[in-house]
């Protein structure tokens, strides 16, 4: 069992920038990928970013390419997801997940997942 943690939401304004950071407290880190998703009201919870075990390989979704960036510090059991140029309609509630798969942007494949951090975007 893999307890995440994320920190970092809050309320910013159209083309502004969020930390998220999500901690899996007491426990090995690097044999996980991990993955950011995200779900807004009454939509169905999407891909945002992965990293690989390693920080090898990351994928993102199409629509946050180039804005978000997600790297992972295993020392400090901690995978940030860095949000620039922020829009409406990346509000969300923000989940980081755990998979047991080498790389994957698969949301099947993550199979561990914290409670969320809320992220609202004001135009």
């Known amino acids: 069992q893999v307890e995440l943690v994320e920190s970092g939401g809050g309320t910013v304004q159209a083309g502004g920038s969020l930390r998220l950071s999500c901690v899996a407290p007491?426990?090995?880190?690097?044999?996980?990928?991990v993955g950011w998703f995200r779900q807004a009201p009454g939509k169905e919870r999407e891909f945002v970013a992965s990293?690989?075990?390693?920080?090898?390989?990351?994928f993102y979704a199409d629509s946050v390419e180039g804005r978000f960036t997600i790297s992972r510090d295993n020392a400090k059991r901690t995978v940030y997801l860095q949000m620039d140029g922020l829009k409406p309609e990346d509000t969300a509630t923000y989940y980081c997940?755990?998979?047991?798969?080498?790389?994957?942007?698969?949301?099947?494949?993550?199979?561990?997942w914290g409670q969320g951090t809320q992220v609202t975007v004001s135009s």
């Open positions: 997940a755990a998979s047991l798969v080498y790389a994957s942007n698969n949301r099947g494949d993550f199979g561990y």
């Open positions: 007491g426990r090995t880190f690097d044999d996980y990928a």
């Open positions: 990293i690989s075990r390693t920080a090898g390989s990351r």
